[in-house]
């Protein structure tokens, strides 16, 4: 074997151990830590370095890095000693002397463009497309290997990465020991192609992107309103008439936690939860029986109630204003409705609120109803606020007063008019899309606000 043939054939070797870096670089990088996790519970070889590679994910790529330079370069010093004694027919035949200026020139030129070709294709592209689709699989197998070269290079490594540590010192980049956290966008796209690939089915994609959204909702966009309290009307913790109060609620409503309240829905006794009422006799103290109330401050997000309703152990909540006034309630049922649907309504006692149906695009609604219940069920986003989060409070935000019926506004394509009022409360309005109007005659005065 001549050493031209030797040449090529470590030239080969060289690109064929640069496509391992290659793979192995975009292995480790694509494969998710969990499923490392899990294959080191399993036992799998390999996979207890290839998390502590995955930790330290800068030094693994200064390696990579001094693997893949180490060998360009060796390739390139073996390609240009090989270079006439390869191309020495093909330069030949262009007439062209192969030990001439012009001859080294052309020489060079084409083991340069077959190294390249060669090494992008075999070396580059190619495994990367394989470790893309087996992650796993060459993130143990290769993960030894790679924390053997990792540690014979450390002092190189450590050098190179203090450089260019200096580097960026220099050029005023400061460097974050600190990974920059997944936000709730980022996984919900993750999940998207899990979804596209078939690696996660449809609901459990739905249940995930409702957790993630639980910090974008407030209490008041699902709690119970003032007005639609269901409590128990007591004058004070002490009353002797609670438990023949609380059952007379429960027989006609049947829930399962109420309030105990005053008259004027002012001030809060308490919580009772009916069971206890009905796990013990008259004998046993009524007051020993009432909860301590959990207050939820107006504003707060659904995963802070859920988390303060877990740390008290309550499954009710009373939301209160900044002025510590009465708001509303919000249940652990409101709460999880939000993150499984309407499956908790419909096993529940009540009855589900089903979305109003258009006709011919025009829907009438309560005043009450929330811009989250809106948003939910049609076409139109409305804009959250802190300073509403009903339909009637979207209205006297944008209006800018107390309307009259027949006021409206025209947002988004729709007109949004006032129907009946209740003395100061809106308490329903009508919306139409513009093209519906549009397409009808006008009828009555221009006395809106718009």
């Known amino acids: 074997m001549g050493s031209t043939a030797i040449l090529i054939i470590g030239i080969g070797l060289l690109i064929l151990l640069n496509s391992l870096f290659a793979c192995m670089e975009i292995a480790l990088v694509s494969v998710p ?9 399993e036992g799998r070889p390999g996979a207890a370095t290839a998390i502590a590679l995955q930790k330290d994910i800068d030094y693994f790529f200064a390696t990579v890095q001094v693997g893949v330079t180490f060998i360009g370069t060796l390739s390139s010093a073996i390609g240009g000693a090989a270079a006439v004694g390869i191309f020495t027919p093909v330069i030949r035949f262009f007439g062209v002397e192969p030990e001439s200026t012009l001859g080294h020139v052309l020489a060079i030129l084409g083991v340069s463009i077959f190294i390249a070709y060669t090494n992008l294709i075999i070396g580059e592209l190619a495994p990367k497309s394989v470790a893309r689709r087996y992650p796993g699989r060459i993130s143990l197998k290769f993960a030894k290997p790679f924390g053997v070269f990792s540690r014979v290079f450390r002092p190189v490594v450590l050098f190179l990465t ?44 739905d249940m995930l992107v409702r957790v993630t959204r639980l910090s974008q909702i407030r209490v008041e966009d699902v709690m119970i309103p003032r007005h639609k309290i269901i409590a128990v009307r007591a004058e004070s913790k002490l009353d002797p008439k609670i438990r023949e109060k609380a059952l007379k609620v429960f027989n006609k409503y049947h829930f399962s936690n109420y309030p105990i309240v005053d008259k004027k829905l002012e ?56 002025h510590g ?15 499984i649907g309407e499956a908790v309504a419909a096993m529940s ?32 986003a409305l ?39 209740d003395r100061n409360r809106i308490k329903e309005l009508r919306i139409t899309p513009l093209t519906v109007i549009q397409a009808e005659p006008p009828d009555g005065p221009e006395n809106a606000s718009k």
């Open 267 to 322: 001030n809060v006794f308490g919580v009772i939860n009916i069971k206890d009422f009905l796990y013990h006799d008259d004998k046993y103290s009524t007051a020993n029986l009432i909860r301590p109330t959990n207050f939820t401050a107006r504003g707060q997000t659904l995963d802070r109630a859920l988390e303060s309703m877990q740390r008290t152990n309550e499954q009710l909540s009373v939301v209160v204003d900044e």
């Open 162 to 205: 203090a450089s260019t540590r200096l580097v960026l010192r220099i050029i005023g980049i400061r460097l974050s020991t600190k990974t920059p956290g997944l936000t709730s966008e980022e996984l919900r796209m993750m999940a998207t192609e899990l979804v596209e690939t078939h690696q996660m089915p449809v609901n459990v994609y």
């Open 383 to 421: 804009p959250s606020s802190l300073y509403y989060s009903t339909l009637a409070g979207f209205m006297l935000d944008k209006l800018g007063k107390i309307p009259s019926p027949g006021d409206y506004l025209d947002f988004e394509g729709r007109r949004f008019e006032v129907t009946q009022m």
């Open 33 to 41: 830590r969990a499923r490392l996790k899990r294959f080191e519970k």
């Open 325 to 339: 006034t009465i708001d509303g309630i919000i249940t652990l049922e409101d709460i999880v409705e939000e993150l």
């Open 349 to 380: 006692d009540s009855a589900p609120v089903e979305p109003v149906k258009p006709t011919n695009g025009v829907i009438t609604l309560d005043g009450l109803t929330t811009t989250h219940e809106f948003n939910a069920h049609h076409s139109i």
